[in-house]
């Protein structure tokens, strides 16, 4: 469409135009033309003064000229509450920096810290929120400026179609425009970042509500209290002495010479009886503990070591054999009166212990024996522990199957099992924790090295050491005794270092003579006995623990009850504890670092956007007018275009022409301008 003439020659000549205007002439408001377009012409109603202060003084044409100059009233009437310069928008990017790096610091702080240390008059998560806000909102505040001054740079830049202004303009208003810029541009620019950046801020905030949980944990307490448990490094207890008598023993010796022995009584400690017992007939209850102080009831303990007296069992099946043979009586238990008759026996045979019955008998039948067990104190007799040189005794135990006592199985189909257990001195490293007032125990490992210099002879006899060689080292002697040193145990300097024992744990350990001697005779001679069976033929003539051995389910764990309960009582008569730290339970502030990353990417990339487009709009020798309305309305589209887009706006097809009109922002002699041509 060609405009009027008066048209064309006006607006090419801006101060003509003005001329007419002041000298009262008329002033077109529409024409009429051949298109059937009307200009009005209208009178002023005042004169206006001249315009040459708002025309802009060219220095210098091209694209290398400087920076248009203006008047500081003309620059004034085209520039936004955002300001002529990029001020507004550093301050912003500053404001956001300064926050996050302040958010990462403050977390950093408070990571792994209980909140009571938290002072601050906000709670945390209101603080985190608000400096995220403050971050956010100064930076959106920052990428809109810095997307509204790109539709500048973008014109400045290449010749485009209008409708690129119009996605611009969109995406400096939001997210759902920056959605529709990132669509068209497709990632083919670095704007795009900014628009990515406006779209991921929607997710700023959830993420940063995910940093910050709360998690349970055990401190040390601050309570003057202490805690502490026991553990012993000596024991002397009970009672075993010297009857005072004349030599009783006189022991020949392979040298020809003889060790002379007194006759030595016992007495012994009443509680370790009651551990014994405990531990025997508690095999089915609750675990025996030792005692403890924990004030807090949540303590724990260093790695330490005590004295105590351990089990080991072990499965003797493969060394039982079978013998059949003739008589009258043969049996382990002695038949009923007047019913002795001569018959075939089946014998199953252990080394020191055995079991017999009338060969096809029932466990119905009177006379019949279900269990034979025996202790064993010399470790030369026994199958599994001969060389256990702290060994206090060794049961040798041979078991029917439950079928033959209730009379579903014959004697001599029966299945046997045989067992040899042992209980010794030894030392133990504990790690012990208390929860809840309950204490939980764990033995990370376990000596029984004996020192062969201690348990000697006070009277230094020359012939001592042939005597505990024929002895085979055994500390429960039968025939008598004579006084000797304390027994000493011991650690391997290599497994205090391999176990992390710490200088203050010891590592040597004392049981006076009157302790062994007490605790081996009780043992084997009145808890236990030489020979044990289940029925008794007699229960006056055996000791009240076959019936809990001939029970027992599991012999292990029967002999592991016995040693740990006796190894707490070791503990709780000695003076000796292990101090600990009391622990409480606090809440812990915990960092989910991963969900920092969006925050953190998106404050990175907003800064290189930013400092982007600032770059690249002095490099074009621009000026920031960002979201001027008056810098759109001054620097817009030129008339000629503008008239094009109403018509095509009255005529239904404004969208098509915006679209085929293409444009680029130009210097056209009095300023810069969107020019445009059809295409």
Same mark, same amino acid.
């Given at each position: 469409?060609?405009?009027?003439?008066?048209?064309?020659?006006?607006?090419?000549?801006?101060?003509?135009?003005?001329?007419?205007?002041?000298?009262?002439?008329?002033?077109?408001?529409?024409?009429?033309?051949? #298109?059937?377009?009307?200009?009005?012409?209208?009178?002023?109603?005042? %004169?206006?003064?001249?315009?040459?202060?708002?025309?802009?003084?060219?220095?210098?044409?091209?694209?290398?000229?400087?920076?248009?100059?203006?008047?500081? /009233?003309?620059?004034?009437?085209?520039?936004?509450?955002?300001?002529?310069?990029?001020?507004?928008?550093?301050?912003?990017?500053?404001?956001?920096?300064?926050?996050?790096?302040?958010?990462?610091? *403050?977390?950093?702080?408070?990571?792994?810290?209980?909140?009571?240390?938290?002072?601050?008059?906000?709670?945390?998560?209101?603080?985190?929120?608000?400096?995220?806000? @403050?971050?956010?909102?100064?930076?959106?505040?920052?990428?809109?400026?810095?997307?509204?001054?790109?539709?500048?740079?973008?014109?400045?830049?290449?010749?485009?179609?209008?409708?690129?202004?119009?996605? =611009?303009?969109?995406?400096?208003?939001?997210?759902?425009?920056?959605?529709?810029?990132?669509?068209?541009?497709?990632?083919?620019?670095?704007?795009?970042?900014?628009?990515?950046?406006?779209?991921?801020?929607?997710?700023?905030?959830?993420?940063?509500?995910?940093?910050?949980? =709360?998690?349970? +944990?055990?401190?040390?307490?601050?309570?003057?209290?202490?805690?502490?448990?026991?553990?012993?490094?000596?024991?002397?207890?009970?009672?075993?002495?010297?009857?005072?008598?004349?030599?009783?023993?006189?022991?020949?010796? %392979?040298?020809?010479?003889?060790?002379?022995?007194?006759?030595?009584?016992?007495?012994?400690?009443?509680?370790?009886?009651?551990? =014994?017992?405990?531990?025997?007939?508690?095999?089915?209850?609750?675990?025996?503990?030792?005692?403890?102080?924990?004030?807090?009831?949540?303590?724990?303990?260093?790695?330490?070591?005590?004295?105590?007296?351990?089990?080991?069992?072990?499965?003797?099946?493969?060394?039982?054999?079978?013998?059949?043979?003739?008589?009258?009586?043969?049996g382990t238990l002695p038949p009923p009166p007047n019913s002795a008759i001569?018959?075939?026996?089946?014998?199953?045979?252990?080394?020191?212990?055995?079991?017999?019955?009338?060969?096809?008998?029932?466990?119905?039948?009177?006379?019949?024996?279900?269990?034979?067990?025996?202790?064993?104190?010399?470790?030369?007799?026994?199958?599994?522990?001969?060389?256990?040189?702290?060994?206090?005794?060794?049961?040798?135990?041979?078991?029917?199957? +439950?079928?033959?006592?209730?009379?579903?199985?014959?004697?001599?189909?029966?299945?046997?099992?045989?067992?040899?257990?042992? *209980?010794?001195?030894?030392?133990?490293?504990?790690?012990?924790?208390? /929860?809840?007032?309950?204490?939980?125990?764990? @033995?990370?490992?376990?000596?029984?090295?004996?020192?062969?210099?201690?348990?000697?002879?006070?009277?230094?006899?020359?012939?001592?050491? *042939?005597?505990?060689?024929?002895?085979?080292?055994?500390?429960?002697?039968?025939?008598?005794?004579?006084?000797?040193?304390?027994?000493?145990?011991?650690?391997?300097? +290599?497994?205090?270092?391999?176990?992390?024992?710490?200088?203050?744990?010891?590592?040597?350990?004392?049981?006076?003579?009157?302790?062994?001697?007490?605790?081996?005779? =009780?043992?084997?001679?009145?808890?236990?006995? %030489?020979?044990?069976?289940?029925?008794?033929?007699?229960?006056?003539?055996?000791?009240?623990?076959?019936?809990?051995?001939?029970?027992?389910?599991?012999? *292990?764990?029967?002999?592991?009850? @016995?040693?740990?309960?006796?190894?707490?009582?070791?503990?709780?008569?000695?003076?000796?504890?292990? #101090?600990?730290?009391? #622990?409480?339970?606090?809440?812990?502030?915990?960092?989910?670092?991963?969900?920092?990353?969006?925050?953190?990417?998106? @404050?990175?990339?907003?800064?290189?956007?930013?400092?982007?487009?600032?770059?690249?709009?002095?490099?074009?020798?621009?000026?920031?007018w960002k979201t001027d309305m008056v810098a759109t309305l001054t620097y817009?589209?030129?008339? +000629?275009?503008?008239?094009?887009?109403?018509?095509?706006?009255?005529?239904?097809?404004?969208?098509?022409?915006?679209?085929?009109?293409?444009?680029?922002? #130009?210097?056209?002699?009095?300023?810069?301008?969107?020019?445009?041509?059809?295409?």
């Amino acid at each position: 469409m060609e405009l009027p003439k008066i048209m064309e020659n006006d607006l090419g000549n801006p101060n003509s135009f003005l001329d007419k205007h002041e000298a009262g002439g008329d002033v077109p408001s529409s024409l009429h033309t051949e #298109e059937g377009i009307s200009y009005r012409f209208t009178s002023p109603r005042k %004169p206006v003064a001249s315009t040459a202060s708002f025309l802009p003084t060219i220095t210098a044409t091209g694209a290398d000229a400087p920076l248009l100059t203006s008047t500081p /009233q003309s620059r004034r009437r085209i520039i936004s509450k955002r300001g002529g310069n990029w001020n507004w928008e550093f301050f912003a990017l500053s404001v956001s920096f300064s926050s996050m790096a302040t958010m990462v610091a *403050l977390l950093a702080y408070v990571d792994g810290r209980p909140p009571p240390q938290w002072n601050g008059f906000l709670s945390l998560n209101a603080l985190i929120s608000s400096l995220g806000a @403050i971050s956010r909102t100064s930076m959106g505040f920052a990428i809109s400026s810095c997307l509204a001054q790109a539709k500048w740079n973008w014109f400045k830049r290449r010749t485009d179609t209008l409708i690129a202004f119009d996605r =611009f303009d969109e995406a400096s208003r939001g997210p759902w425009g920056s959605l529709w810029l990132v669509i068209w541009l497709r990632a083919s620019h670095w704007v795009v970042v900014g628009a990515i950046v406006t779209i991921i801020l929607i997710g700023f905030e959830p993420f940063l509500q995910a940093v910050v949980s =709360f998690s349970g +944990e055990m401190d040390t307490s601050t309570t003057p209290l202490g805690a502490h448990i026991g553990r012993s490094e000596v024991i002397d207890v009970g009672l075993y002495f010297s009857d005072g008598a004349s030599i009783a023993y006189a022991i020949p010796l %392979p040298d020809n010479t003889k060790m002379e022995l007194q006759t030595y009584k016992f007495l012994a400690d009443l509680g370790m009886l009651s551990a =014994f017992n405990s531990g025997l007939y508690n095999a089915y209850g609750t675990e025996q503990t030792t005692s403890f102080v924990c004030p807090t009831a949540n303590c724990t303990w260093p790695t330490f070591t005590s004295l105590a007296v351990c089990s080991a069992c072990r499965d003797a099946a493969s060394y039982l054999r079978l013998s059949k043979q003739q008589g009258t009586g043969l049996g382990t238990l002695p038949p009923p009166p007047n019913s002795a008759i001569f018959s075939n026996y089946t014998t199953y045979v252990l080394p020191q212990v055995n079991i017999t019955n009338l060969s096809g008998s029932s466990g119905m039948d009177p006379g019949s024996a279900y269990m034979a067990a025996t202790v064993i104190t010399d470790p030369r007799l026994t199958i599994s522990f001969g060389n256990l040189t702290t060994m206090i005794t060794t049961v040798q135990v041979i078991k029917a199957a +439950e079928g033959y006592e209730t009379g579903s199985l014959i004697w001599d189909e029966t299945p046997m099992s045989a067992t040899e257990c042992a *209980l010794y001195f030894c030392v133990n490293a504990y790690r012990s924790v208390v /929860q809840a007032g309950i204490l939980r125990e764990r @033995i990370v490992a376990s000596w029984a090295e004996r020192d062969f210099s201690s348990y000697r002879d006070t009277g230094r006899r020359e012939n001592f050491e *042939l005597y505990e060689k024929l002895n085979n080292y055994s500390l429960y002697t039968r025939d008598g005794d004579l006084a000797r040193t304390d027994l000493g145990l011991f650690i391997p300097k +290599e497994d205090a270092g391999k176990f992390a024992l710490s200088d203050d744990v010891g590592v040597r350990f004392n049981l006076t003579q009157q302790t062994v001697g007490s605790m081996t005779h =009780f043992v084997n001679e009145q808890l236990l006995g %030489p020979v044990m069976t289940w029925p008794p033929p007699d229960s006056k003539t055996q000791p009240s623990v076959v019936q809990a051995l001939y029970k027992s389910k599991d012999l *292990l764990d029967t002999f592991d009850k @016995i040693a740990w309960s006796v190894s707490g009582w070791m503990r709780d008569v000695s003076n000796v504890t292990q #101090e600990g730290v009391g #622990e409480e339970w606090v809440m812990h502030i915990y960092v989910e670092w991963p969900y920092m990353v969006l925050p953190l990417l998106t @404050i990175v990339l907003g800064l290189f956007f930013c400092l982007s487009s600032m770059l690249e709009t002095r490099r074009l020798h621009l000026d920031p007018w960002k979201t001027d309305m008056v810098a759109t309305l001054t620097y817009s589209v030129d008339a +000629e275009t503008r008239a094009q887009l109403r018509h095509a706006d009255r005529n239904g097809y404004l969208e098509k022409s915006i679209r085929a009109m293409t444009a680029k922002f #130009e210097d056209v002699g009095c300023g810069l301008e969107l020019r445009t041509q059809q295409t």
